[in-house]
């Protein structure tokens, strides 16, 4: 059974969601504060949480700090806070997701999958990966079709194929592609983003796959 901690300070939400996801056979805790949360998660070794950015003790990114210090658990964001820069923040301090007050929870459940897969895969990466009509194989760097990429664009791929689902931040692409002097220069990843998509996706202009969330990163969706 997957353990789940959920981290917010309203009491309606921590009960709408310890209902919800039990009826789906989750385990689940909870936590009213980031203190309490940091506790509970060392002592419980949750299998995902659950965490409000606006806690009435310490703000959701230092949590997510104090978690990154000893686990790689899945994070998702659950906030009221709409601006990008608090989920780039979040996102840059190591969360996996981020989702936005008022949600549904069909929405909040299909994240949830989403990073549980994510953290099994890891196990178990796959080869290959199929993005519309190509098959791009990680082990040999090749792509069905004869599709070509040069270093930078197999590096900017990579990063999003093996991670499935999940919201890779602007600056994480930028530094992990090109290196920490060039977390300002998002012009590379618009462009390099748009030859990606002219060479995988069906329909570039409205791509199924390589998606973008504006202002905050890029998302591979399988």
């Given at each position: ?6 981290v ?8 709408a969601?310890?209902?919800n ?10 936590a ?12 419980w ?23 990154r210090g000893w ?14 820069a608090?989920?780039?923040?979040a996102?840059d ?9 008022p ?11 989403a ?10 990466e796959?080869?290959?990966?199929r993005i ?6 990680l ?10 990429l ?13 991670n499935?689902?999940?919201l890779?931040s ?10 920490s ?18 060479k995988?996706?069906?329909d ?5 796959h ?13």
């Amino acid at each position: 059974m997957t353990r789940v901690l959920v981290v917010d300070d309203e009491p309606q939400i921590l009960r709408a969601l310890r209902i919800n996801l039990a009826a789906r056979e989750y385990e689940v805790a909870v936590a009213e504060d980031g203190n309490a949360a940091l506790r509970q998660a060392a002592g419980w070794h949750p299998d995902l949480v659950i965490l409000d950015l606006g806690l009435p003790d310490l703000d959701g990114v230092e949590v997510i700090h104090g978690l990154r210090g000893w686990t790689s658990v899945p994070i998702i964001v659950l906030s009221g806070r709409a601006g990008s820069a608090d989920k780039v923040d979040a996102l840059d301090a190591g969360a996996d997701d981020y989702v936005t007050k008022p949600f549904g929870i069909d929405e909040l459940l299909a994240r949830i999958r989403a990073v549980t897969r994510r953290t099994n895969q890891h196990e178990t990466e796959p080869a290959t990966v199929r993005i519309g009509d190509h098959v791009v194989d990680l082990a040999t760097k090749t792509i069905s079709g004869g599709v070509r990429l040069t270093p930078t664009e197999w590096h900017f791929l990579e990063l999003l194929l093996r991670n499935p689902g999940k919201l890779i931040s602007q600056r994480q692409v930028l530094t992990e592609v090109w290196g920490s002097a060039y977390q300002k220069e998002t012009n590379y990843l618009r462009q390099y983003m748009a030859q990606l998509r002219r060479k995988l996706e069906r329909d570039p202009a409205r791509p199924d796959h390589l998606l973008t969330e504006p202002g905050m990163g890029y998302r591979f969706q399988p």
